[in-house]
């Protein structure tokens, strides 16, 4: 087949009439999904440690959880306007291995084999970039919803990294351990509090708790970030004069909480205890300069944080290869 190459004079003809063509402003170009797959890991250093983001996979959820305080039309337009599905959201789901120093920090677990199909790939990820599990020292777990805490256990309920040192909020294990919470919370809900419970129980893990400003291992402390979750913990790294937030679920949209970080989701247990953690992050990072990691962000979720009036922008970061 020939293809015939327009001429400028083509082009400037299609353009005079174009408006009478144009698609509808909520229209936009549907992608296909990726045939190699999605991307596993990516590898970076901050001052003196260096950092690999290891994925888990992804999953999508209804988009009518998203942003459920917002205007119904102005949420929309926001999500068309930023080409994004208001039926349906996407969530990658973003690791920090951390080697610095002696020590080696795994940020969340994953969720295993009970979570999505589509998730559960942050064993074999890991081995893909090189990274022995079982070398790792000490495993921080952010919360304990179930994409990041209910890959703690292999199939036979074991430990699935036995030796690592487990960290978690004192604050965030007692809320899931309180009695009598899963007949507290919604049907669709209990099975995360039934899920968070046997994880935080699982025979054979024994827990460090911790709370805002414990040093996890020196240049690896840890924020507290409630909202999403009561006791939330977001993740500092600090080496060589340089900083990275590891935010957990502080922040899931590398576009509405940023232009809207008054807007919180369905799955945010106490929404306003949500804004207000992060934005204190938000300004942190944009103050400081303070680089950030999305858990749910586009692969690798790295960037920096722009303040835009009262509000602020994702800057995915950029490497030079």
Known sequence: MTLIRPTRRDLLRLAAIAPAFAMPATARAMLGAPTAGNPAHFSFTLGD???????????????????????????????????????????HTNHLYIEIGDARVLIDVGSGTRWFDTTGRLMGNLEAAGIDPMGITHVVITHAHPDHIWGIRDDFDEPI??????????????????????DQVSAERQQFVVGAVNSINAE???????????????????????GHTPGHLSVMIDSGGQQLIATGDALTNAYTNFAHPDWYNETDTDGEMTVTSRRKILDMAASDRIAVLGYHFPFPGVGHVRRV?????????LWQF
């Open 49 to 91: 440690a260096r950092l690999t983001v290891v994925s888990d996979g992804y999953f999508s959820l209804p988009g009518s959880g998203l942003a459920i305080n917002a205007p119904e039309d102005e949420k929309i337009a926001f999500l068309k306007d930023h080409f994004l599905d208001p039926e349906r959201g996407y969530s």
């Open 309 to 317: 009036g009262e509000a602020f922008q994702f800057v995915p970061a």
């Open 204 to 226: 054979g893990v024994e827990w460090t708790l911790a709370g805002d400003g414990t040093e996890v291992v020196p240049g690896v402390r840890l924020l507290d970030s409630p």
């Open 161 to 182: 990294i036995p030796d690592a040192e487990y960290i978690i909020g004192e604050a965030e294990r007692a809320y899931w351990l309180q009695d009598g919470l899963v």
